[in-house]
T-cell receptor, first 111, second 112 residues
């Protein structure tokens, strides 16, 4: 157990739907990062939050959004889902900018 | 555009062999280079390298960084079947660029 908790582990949903992925960082970590891993793209950075504020944005689609709550857990919202959004979604946390620890991921399948 | 290129993309060896995995990079605002091992799900941390020429070791694994030539290698000696995994190289680019920029990985398969 890495200390980073992601739920759910698996999610199957239909095109056009909306889902929410949840991440609880390691105790004491203020930064949360979201990554998408697909077979053809590898691990791609989506977005980073630090202590509740957005810090950096990567290749995140406009249909996707995220937030970090006062208790430091984070949610990634994916809407108007397309088949191509099927992927593994990882959350990672760190203390400041070092010691990144990954959660076990959420496997999203859009059918 | 930032690049992290790993080679080879895949490698098949027999137990006991020694392997060298390569990672070259061209990124803005380099802070450190990290190696991860990914078996079934979560990438697990292996090494973080910030200084050139200083080898980091953990058991049969070792890694070194060359900041002049912009590359790193990961060595695994006396490979075991449990070393079979995807090995990922990532560069930490600092907070405003979204820290970790990953290469595509090297798929290592170790046959008994």
């Amino acid at each position: 157990d890495s200390g980073v908790t992601q739920t759910p582990k698996h999610l199957i949903t239909a095109t056009g739907q909306r889902v929410t992925l949840r991440c609880s960082p390691r105790s004491g970590d203020l930064s949360v990062y979201w990554y998408q891993q697909s077979l053809d793209q590898g691990l791609q950075f989506l977005i980073q939050y630090y202590n509740g504020e957005e810090r950096a944005k990567g290749n995140i689609l406009e249909r996707f959004s995220a937030q970090q709550f006062p208790d430091l857990h984070s949610e990634l919202n994916l809407s108007s889902l397309e088949l191509g959004d099927s992927a593994l979604y990882f959350c990672a946390s760190s203390v400041g900018g070092s010691g990144y620890t990954f959660g076990s991921g959420t496997r999203l399948t859009v059918v | 555009e930032d690049k992290v290129v790993q080679s080879p993309l895949s490698l098949v060896v027999h137990e006991g062999d020694t392997v060298t995995l390569n990672c070259s990079y061209e990124v803005t605002n380099f802070r450190s280079l990290l190696w991860y091992k990914q078996e079934k799900k979560a990438p697990t941390f292996l090494f973080m390298l910030t200084s050139s020429g200083i080898e980091k070791k953990s058991g049969r694994l070792s890694s070194i960084l060359d900041k002049k030539e912009l590359f790193s290698i990961l060595n695994i000696t006396a490979t075991q079947t449990g070393d079979s995994a995807v090995y990922l190289c990532a560069v930490d680019r600092g907070s405003t660029l979204g820290r970790l920029y990953f290469g595509r990985g090297t798929q290592l398969t170790v046959w008994p």
